[in-house]
């Protein structure tokens, strides 16, 4: 890139693909703009044209005609010149593409269609964003992208009513959602497929129980440093905005999805009607299964005639298409009578695919012919599965289904083009990138990269930005349809958004590291760019569970950090967190913040003051230990390192609680759900101190050994997790020529 287009000034995300300089530069004066845009524009584009000028300050905007001087002018019929048609229609996907040039006499974007015009703007908006004094520098860019679908999977409810009542962008209102689609539009992305899991957050007539109105909970008043009674409802029950947000993205090129389960956190259904879900057999039962709430027996006729009215609800909406997620139970299939006698001579598995199949048989014959419609199925173990097993199920697919799930790095990334080679590319629209979503089930503890891990964690912890980039890679490498994101989390995981934006766009641009310094210096800035890819490198990941020997492991986290060489480990880590939050004091202390780079700062914040306390409960608990084991027996010196062990601990759950709204433990639906575990952790240290110092560290004997409703099915990665992480992402290693891999 020229100099004119200094990286660290103009970091464009996603960066463009050609972009050539010159000494031309053009001053935008924002109290008045001159547009032009030709009758396709026009008729296409100008509302939207119009609204983000106004958002970019532009207080006067003046239509010219085509013989009149213009700041700005689109282009998108027959006065595109037929050079730069030609350009863009080399381009992937020429209806995406756009030519943006920028000289002394102002700015042109040249576009075969509307969205490729839009794409420009987007860019020339950036541009100017980044500029300081109004001056853009000459240049002249052509672009487009590298996957026809760039999907991110916000969440609009995760779990709502179930093990969760709602957190982070849960609790945006319509005005924060449009601004988010805002973000998705001037980085490219092109599709959102929004997480609906739980009681559902819109009106639903026929079945109001269903909704996310009226959830009684509990969530910590810093007032009175208690808890408190709260009622919460839904903010789109409170003032509907899902409709209009629907029409505002589609007006910028972004397609709306539905992603909810198949047959699982299906609205408030199995839990209004317990008796509706997935019965156990006692032998199951005494063998420690369990039905977590999340599937209801298909063969019921309420069940039936409830999840086809739930997707009828849901398009009526103004969705332009649902993506279903099979149940994540891998471990047993409903065992009432009927279904035995139905589904009974099938492996659990092939019976819960079967039951999937049929249906999205139903759920077909109610949905519009033009509503999309995915699936994210067959995750089971074995991860690994042979050819005619999936030759198979794609038999009995029906074709007009797209995968939202395909492997991840498993087997090398065979598996991966094995899915590709028997269902084709066109048909795979995401594969396991769901770093983000990690992240949120650990409960919010900063997993972004595993640089900072231990040797022995990185054979369990798979889900982090490096696979999601290779992964993108990877659907971009095999001419997959798309990529999604699975962002679950978007407070201080802004990273995962902007993987999937620059890797959907422009594959090959950087690599890891160089892209995760533009990324830091496109969120922050020169300076604090800088200082946050530093702390990202730097922050540790240690969930509570970890400094605690007698909890169950959290399958995704099993190492304990007890005895010698954890100990060594937490005291490395403590000084890497405090360096980190040196770098995240630098950072909140700078002028001219903008609302994301303070809302990332200040999440990160929370996030590092966590692995703090954490990581001095484990360090006072090891010392505990290895004081009571081969110390003098000194009691007072023991007491002392109880406490303070049960402070540091008790400040990471004060964070907690003051910090993150539905952060207490309950009950709702017959399964207990602790969902930050350090409660657990306080218990289970007091038993260790009260068989030593007494019953000043008297626990609560009453209190179960949890590992979280999210982790209970996915406890089979304790197996494969070391297979999964041991794996190559062989489908993103480009040929000598830079091709495709065949």
Not at 110 to 118: P, V
Not at 224 to 236: E, K, L, Q, R, Y
Not at 342 to 363: F, I, M, W
């Amino acid at each position: 890139m020229p100099a004119a287009l200094e990286p660290f000034e103009y970091a464009m995300l996603p960066a463009p693909k050609q972009a050539t300089g010159s000494e031309d530069r053009f001053a935008f004066d924002k109290s008045r703009i001159t547009l032009y845009l030709d009758d396709d524009a026009a008729a296409d584009t100008k509302d939207v044209v119009l609204s983000e000028l106004d958002k970019a300050g532009f207080r006067h905007v003046v239509l010219t005609g085509r013989d009149a001087d213009a700041d700005l002018t689109l282009l998108l019929g027959r006065e595109v010149p037929g050079d730069m048609r030609q350009l863009i229609r080399e381009q992937p996907f020429p209806e995406q593409s756009y030519a943006l040039t920028i000289d002394a006499s102002g700015a042109v974007i040249h576009a075969i269609h509307w969205r490729g015009a839009l794409y420009g703007l987007a860019t020339w908006m950036e541009l100017l964003q980044a500029s300081t004094d109004g001056w853009l520098p000459g240049v002249r860019i052509i672009d487009g992208p590298d996957s026809e679908k760039r999907i991110i999977s916000p969440t609009l409810a995760w779990y709502a009513g179930f093990a969760r009542a709602g957190f982070g962008t849960q609790l945006w209102e319509g005005d924060r959602w449009e601004s988010f689609v805002d973000w998705c539009y001037r980085h490219k992305i092109n599709a959102l497929n929004i997480v609906m899991y739980g009681f559902w957050p819109f009106e639903f007539p026929e079945y109001p129980e269903t909704v996310l109105r009226d959830l009684n909970m509990k969530t910590w008043s810093r007032e009175i440093n208690g808890w408190i009674d709260v009622s919460f409802t839904h903010p789109n029950l409170r003032r509907p905005f899902l409709e209009g947000l629907i029409q505002y993205a589609n007006a910028r090129g972004i397609d709306v999805y539905a992603y909810i389960g198949l047959n699982s956190y299906s609205g408030g259904y199995p839990v209004v009607y317990p008796q509706s879900r997935g019965k156990l057999s006692q032998e199951l039962m005494d063998k420690g299964h369990v039905n977590n709430y999340d599937s209801l027996c298909t063969s019921r006729e309420d069940v039936r005639r409830y999840l086809t009215a739930s997707v009828k609800q849901i398009e009526a909406i103004g969705f332009n298409g649902l993506v279903f997620e099979e149940s994540e139970e891998v471990q047993w299939f409903c065992q009432c009578t009927e279904c035995q006698a139905r589904y009974g001579h099938l492996a659990p598995n092939d019976a819960k695919h079967t039951v999937s199949l049929e249906l999205l048989q139903a759920y077909m014959e109610v949905l519009r012919p033009e509503t999309l419609i995915g699936l994210r199925w067959l995750r089971e173990p074995p991860v690994i599965k042979d050819r005619e097993t999936l030759l198979d199920w794609k038999r009995r697919l029906p074709e007009r289904v797209k995968l939202f799930w395909a492997p991840g790095l498993e087997d090398d990334d065979g598996e991966f083009l094995k899915w590709v080679e028997v269902f084709g590319p066109q048909r795979i629209w995401s594969r396991n990138c769901e770093g983000s979503g990690f992240a949120a089930s650990l409960g919010r503890i900063p997993y972004i990269i595993p640089d900072t891990f231990p040797d022995q964690l990185k054979n369990y912890a798979f889900q982090h930005l490096w696979n999601d980039i290779s992964q993108f890679q990877g659907s971009v490498n095999t001419g997959c349809a798309g990529i999604n994101g699975y962002g679950f989390e978007w407070y201080g995981h802004e990273l995962f958004f902007m993987a999937a934006a620059q890797y959907g766009w422009n594959a090959w641009a950087f690599d890891h590291d160089g892209f995760l310094a533009h990324a830091a210096r496109h969120l922050f800035g020169k300076t604090n760019g800088a200082r946050y890819e530093k702390l990202i490198r730097k922050l540790p990941c240690i969930h509570e569970t970890q400094i605690c020997p007698t909890l169950p492991s959290f399958p995704f986290m099993p190492d304990k950090y007890i005895g010698e060489e954890g100990w060594q480990y937490l005291d490395a880590c403590s000084a890497a967190v405090e360096e980190a939050l040196a770098y995240l004091g630098a950072i909140l202390g700078s002028d001219g913040l903008t609302q994301i780079q303070r809302e990332c700062a200040e999440a990160t914040t929370v996030m590092a003051r966590r692995m703090k306390e954490i990581i001095a409960a484990g360090i006072y608990f090891n010392r505990f230990l290895q004081e009571r084991d081969t110390g003098s027996g000194n009691l007072r010196l023991l007491d002392g390192l109880a406490s303070r062990a049960l402070k540091h601990a008790e400040e990471d759950y004060r964070l907690i609680k003051e910090h993150y709204f539905d952060s207490k433990e309950h009950d709702w639906t017959g399964v207990a759900i602790g969902e930050y575990y350090i409660p657990q952790v306080i218990n289970e240290y007091k038993k260790v101190f009260a068989a030593v110092l007494g019953d000043a560290y008297k626990p609560d004997e009453s209190m179960p050994h949890m590992v979280g409703g999210e982790s209970l099915p996915w406890e089979w990665l304790l197996e494969w997790g070391p297979k999964i992480a041991s794996a190559k992402p062989m489908a993103a290693i480009r040929n000598r020529e830079g091709a495709s891999r065949p």
